[in-house]
């Protein structure tokens, strides 16, 4: 989902992302007015309709689906979405962007206002443990694993750690290393250009860092604007950027089976790796409609989700796509599997559950 109106330099790739879901900026554009630092936030209110409202993100709580989104709002499912029901105490009403567990019981959510939240009882209440409002610089994302490292990431390369389940934090400066110029006779040309590009982005304080998704082995991956994608093999201790294959915003990763892996973003664009992001092929999509999250389905089977309703599956492991257009065509943020071929799906109008079907066989790779 958009990303903060209040962010004075907004990417094509961002602003892209809000024109194509107008009602949502619109909605948005209600929270650009920067909380005072010496002022605390204000506690989620009841909503008797929470989980129809925009909700931007969800995660697995053991048995439990826990959604996040507008306000403060955090929804929970016993049922695998049948049925919602309200966290019972949340202290904010900022925009919540991201959610993950670490077990069944302990979770971290963050979102606008720099504001990270724990939970240790599956998701029904919430302890605040930063707030950053003054910094004017969103979380966006977050990945945690079973040990309580928690990786955050947002707005102007922010990038926070946590050692303890989310209970502390840490800022850490994030310094990928450039990707070496590709071999050919301009290599001095090109090498001037990286050298340009990073003294660019260090001015004006880093690229947004949209996803960050974790791949096993301490392999990680980050989504971000201006076409950045990075990639670490060390749990975090640091980055590599990777080759892109084409310069608007990336909003999402897949790791896939070995070394494979997608990319998605603005405009329907979606690319395939087989090397870990050393290079890329297209994927067709059948869409223009922003992409903005994907899941695993099933060993070779793979669903992705946009604007517009856009709902893409993939029966051969990400090779091709068949789109399955939802006839509300509401913007949808994230999702989560089933199982069953079913989905769990939130976005502009709250979690909704969505069948894939079973598409043709699709067509073999080129």
């Known amino acids: 989902m958009p990303r903060p109106a209040r962010v004075r330099r ?5 602003r892209s992302r809000r024109q194509a879901l107008g009602a949502l900026a619109a909605l948005l ?4 007015c920067p909380a005072h630092a010496d002022e605390p936030p204000l506690a989620a209110e009841p909503a008797r309709l929470a989980a129809q409202g925009l909700l931007v993100a969800i995660a697995v709580a053991g048995e439990r689906l826990v959604a996040v989104g507008d306000r403060g709002i955090i929804v929970l499912s016993d049922d695998s979405g049948a ?4 966290a019972a105490a949340v202290p ?3 925009l919540l962007t991201g959610v993950c567990f670490i077990d069944a019981r302990h979770g971290v959510a963050v979102g606008h206002d720099e504001v990270i939240l724990t939970s240790a009882d599956a998701g029904r209440t919430w302890t605040r443990t930063h707030y950053a409002p003054q910094a004017q610089r969103p979380l966006l994302d977050l990945w945690c694993d079973g040990s309580g490292r928690v990786i955050a990431v947002g707005a102007y390369s922010a990038y926070l750690t946590s050692s303890d389940a989310g209970a502390h934090w840490n800022e850490v ?3 990928p290393t450039p990707r070496p110029p590709a071999a050919r006779s301009s290599d001095a040309a090109a090498a001037a250009s990286a050298g340009v590009a990073a003294e660019e982005e260090s001015a004006r304080g880093g690229y947004h860092l949209n996803r960050i998704v974790g791949a096993g082995a301490g392999r990680l991956y980050i989504a971000g604007e201006a ?3 990075y990639r670490s093999d060390d749990g975090g201790a640091s980055w590599l950027t990777l080759a892109s294959p084409y310069e608007g915003s990336f909003f999402d990763v897949l790791p896939l089976a070995g070394e494979a892996l997608l990319a998605l973003g603005l405009r329907g664009h979606l690319y395939r790796s087989a090397d870990a992001g050393g290079s890329w092929r297209q994927i067709d999509t059948g869409t223009v409609a922003l992409l903005d999250g994907a899941t695993q389905l099933a060993a070779r089977a793979v669903a992705i989700v946009g604007f517009s309703g856009v709902v893409l599956v993939s029966r051969d492991d990400g090779h091709t796509f068949m789109l399955l257009q939802q006839a509300d065509r509401a913007g949808l ?4 599997a ?3 071929g079913r989905l769990v799906a939130v976005g502009e109008d709250g979690a909704r559950v969505i069948s894939t079907g079973a598409p043709p066989a699709a067509r073999s790779a080129p």
């Open 227 to 229: 076409g950045h994608l």
């Open 173 to 175: 400066a994030f310094k």
């Open 29 to 32: 554009a209600q929270l650009i």
């Open 10 to 14: 907004s990417a094509a790739g961002a």
């Open 333 to 336: 943020a994230a999702a989560v």
């Open 83 to 86: 049925s919602w029901t309200q």
């Open 338 to 340: 089933l199982g069953d």
């Open 92 to 94: 904010t009403q900022a």
